[in-house]
C-alpha cells in the first residue's frame, strides 16, 4: 500500500463515511486522484460503497467507508501449554477463536501441526472470511527475529531456535505473515481494543508460565536491538536464591512464574501449611498455578501469603522499570494474572511503594481488559499495521 | 521552520554543499521554489553561498551550504555541586566553555545568578556568536516538565520544585530556551558527536552526585509521561540496608553515588582499612569520591574493592534494564565514572553475568567519548533538534 492509499484508509476508517470530495478535501489530492486510488481500494476489498448520501443541491454524493468485513486476518497467539487462534476482520475483531492445549517443549513440528489444524478449522468455520484472507500473525512465548519471523534462542521452546515459522505459514497458506513475541502482540490487542487506547506508551506484562513485558513506546512495539526487550522474567530479585532453569539465582519467573506457583503450591500441600491445597493435591493428584488461586478465594491463609508474596516480586521487578521508563499504562495480564484481587492488590502495594511519586503520579496500573483474546486481538491489529499502516482508531 | 525548510537544511547538512538544481532533484520541489526558501534560510544564518561549482556546460551552478558559524547556542549543564557553560555553533561544537563549582542546595535564585554571570561572560568572550544567538539550553540534574521548562520535584535540588527556568532566560537574553533533564542532554551529545553517532537506542548513564539515566529510544530523547524517565538512582539493589536520602532502603545511589562513595571512603579512613584514604583524609579534612579513585590507582585493597562493589551495584542495575530494554548500546559517563578501569569492568562483569545473553549479544558497554562536554554538547544539539528539526549527522 502507497503512503496514499494508507492515508484515504486510515481517514475513512477513523473518521467513518466519507464522499469523494470530502476526500480530496483532507487528503489534498484531486477527485480524479481520489477516484482512482478508491477503485484500487475497493477492488483489494478495503472499502466499499455505502450509497448516497445527504445532497446539497446536485447530485447526492456517494460514500465510501472502511469495509471492515472486506478481509479477514488468521492470528495464532501461542503460550507454552495452550494455543489459541482466531479469524478477526479488518477491525481485528475475533470471528471465530478455538483453543487447545499444547506442550511448547514438544517442539516446532509437532506443536505447529496442531497450530495449522486449528487455523483449517477457523477457516472453514468462517468460509466468508477464508476466500479474503489478508495475512496471518503469529505469536510466540519467546524472542523473536521480527525482520526474519524465526524464534532467537527462546528459553523455555527446546527445538525451536531459528525454526522457520514464518515460511511455514506463507508456504501454506500463501499470504504475508508476522511472527513476533506474544507479549508484544498483546500489548498491541489493548492498544487497539482494549483498556491503553490512546496511550502512548506502555508495558503489557504477561505472568504465565513465563513472565514477559511488551512494550508500546511512542504508540509503537518497541522490540530492542536484538528482539528481545521486554524478557524480564530474568531479572533478578536481590536477596532471593531461588534458582531458575536459566541456571541464576533469584530470577523473578522462578518466583512467580506459573510452574514456580504451581511447584510451591504442592510443597504448601505436602507440608500441610495448606489444607484446601493438601485436598485439591489429594483429588487429582497434581496443583496448577489456578488450584492456587481457587485456595486463596477460599481464604486459604499460607494460599493467600503465596499469591501475595508472588505479587509482592512482581511489583518490585515492575518499581524498577517504573522509575526507569515512567510508563504512561502497565497492564497486568497472563493466566496468572487471573489468581485473584490480591495479587493485583500486592504488585500495586508494591510499585506504589518502591516507586518515584512524580514516576506513579500518572500512572494506571491495571488488569487487562481483553483477557485471553488480547494476543489475537493484537495478531489482527499487527497484520493491519504491518499491511495496511492501519493505526489504532483511538489515536 | 517549516518541514521543507528542515528537509533543504537537513539535506545540505549531512550531504555537504549543494547546487539549486540538486536541491530541486533531491527535494522534489520547483527551481523557483527553492529559490525562494533558500533566500529565507540565508536570511536566518543557517546556509550560506559558496561560490561557484564545477560547470557542467553553460553557467557554472552556485552552491550553498551549511552555516555552522551563521548562529550560535549557549548550552548549561547543571550539576550538583558544579555548572558547566558553553557557547556552541550550529554543529553544537562547544567554542567557549566554562564551568564553576556550585551547590544546587543553595536554591534556584543564588544558583541561577551563577549561572547567568558564565552565561554572560562565554557571550563576552564570543562576540561574533553573541550576536547570533539562536537559543538556550538548560539541563538540570533532576526531572524537568520538558513542556513548560520547569523543575518537577527534583530530589536533591530543594526549593527548585515548578522554579520558571525557562521563562528566566527567555526573558534574560530574549530567545527561545528549552530545560530538560541533564542527562537527557548528555545522551542527545553523545548521539550528536560521541561513541554513540548512528545509535538508535542509548541508555547514558551519569555516575555523579546523583545517578541517572538518559534514554534515547528510536533516535530520540524518551522522557515518559511525567518527564521523569530514566530516574534509575532510587531503583531498589534487593538485599542491601542502606539508607537513601529518599527514605527507602538499598537505593542505587545510596551505595554507587558520589556522595554515598565518598562518605565510605572516610569510613575505610577511619577505620584504617585504608592507608591511602587515612593519609588523604589527614591531609584535607574531608575526602571526595576522586580520591577513592586515586587510591585504588595506586593499589589500596579497600580502595579497589569499594571501587568493584560500586560497579557491581550499578552493573546488577543496568542487567534489569538490559533484560527489559534490550539497547545497542550503554554509555557510563559522569564524575564517578572517572574512578578508574576497574568501574567500569566491575559494571560489565555484573551486566554479562546477569543479562540474559541475547540481550547482550549486540551491546555495547562503553565510556564517554566526550567526559564533561557531553552535556553541553548535547544542549547545543538540542537547541537544533528542538528549533531546526537538525538530527545527528550520522543518522
Known sequence: LSPRDAEIIQLVRTAGAMSKSELARQTGLSRTGVGSRLAVLREMGLLE???????????????????????SVVAVDMGATSVDVAVTNLAAEPLVHLAQDIDVREGPKGVLNTTTDLVDQVLAASPHAAGRLKGIAVGLPGPVEFLTGRPVAPPIMPGWDQYPVRELFEDRYGCRTFVDNDVNLM???ELWAGAAARVQDLLWVKLGT????????????????????????????????????????????????????AMRAEGLALSGESRSLARMLDERGSLRAEDL???????????VELVRSAGRAVGAVLASLVNFYNPEMIVIGGGVSRLGVRLLASIREAVYRRSLPLATRDLVLTGSALGELAGVTGG????????????PAGS
Do not use: K
Open 293 to 303: 488461586g481457587v485456595a486463596a478465594q477460599e481464604g486459604d491463609v499460607a494460599a
Open 210 to 261: 513465563g513472565i514477559g513485558c511488551g512494550i508500546i513506546s511512542q504508540g509503537a512495539a518497541f522490540r530492542g536491538i536484538s528482539g528481545c526487550a521486554g524478557d524480564i522474567g530474568h531479572i533478578e530479585l536481590g536477596g532471593d536464591t531461588t534458582v531458575c532453569r536459566c541456571g541464576n539465582l533469584g530470577c523473578l519467573e522462578a518466583v512467580a512464574g506459573g510452574e514456580a506457583l
Open 380 to 391: 489482527g491489529a499487527m497484520v493491519l499495521g504491518e499491511l495496511y499502516g492501519l493505526s
Open 49 to 71: 460503497e455505502l450509497g448516497e448520501g445527504p445532497s446539497s443541491g446536485g447530485r447526492p454524493p456517494s460514500l465510501v467507508r472502511f469495509a471492515s468485513d472486506g478481509g
Open 187 to 189: 500489548a498491541l490487542g
